[in-house]
Nanobody, 127 residues
Framework: QVQLVESGGGLVQAGGSLRLSCEAS????????MGWFRQAPGKEREFVSS????????YYVDSVKGRFTISRDNAKNTVSLEMNSLKPEDTAVYYC????????????????????WGQGTQVTVSS
């Protein structure tokens, strides 16, 4: 069982920055692809970004490319999402997710790929 705890959400003005962090329990963190998803009010949850086990491969949804950066620290069991140039349309609850152990990073844009989910952290961007 893996528990994921997100932190770092909050209220920020458009153009501002936030850094989300997700800490995972257990000893299998380095064997799992990690991802971030978000869900805006009235919308379905969508993929934001994912990172391979080594951190060498990353994926982003087109709407955040160039603004968001995902990273991981396997020694600390953490994955982070640096969010810059935030826009009101980035407002959502952001979820951290852990993929099944040793699965390749392909398909990591899909919800079914992930085995564990955090409770989410709210990000609100005001205009």
């Amino acid at each position: 069982q893996v528990q994921l705890v997100e932190s770092g959400g909050g209220l920020v003005q458009a153009g501002g920055s936030l850094r989300l962090s997700c800490e995972a329990s257990g000893r299998t963190f380095s064997s799992r692809v990690m991802g971030w998803f978000r869900q805006a009010p009235g919308k379905e949850r969508e993929f934001v970004s994912s990172i391979s086990r080594s951190g060498g491969t990353t994926y982003y949804v087109d709407s955040v490319k160039g603004r968001f950066t995902i990273s991981r620290d396997n020694a600390k069991n953490t994955v982070s999402l640096e969010m810059n140039s935030l826009k009101p349309e980035d407002t959502a609850v952001y979820y951290c997710a852990a993929g099944r152990t040793f699965r390749p990073v392909g398909s990591s844009t899909m919800e079914y790929y992930y085995e564990y989910w955090g409770q989410g952290t709210q990000v609100t961007v005001s205009s």
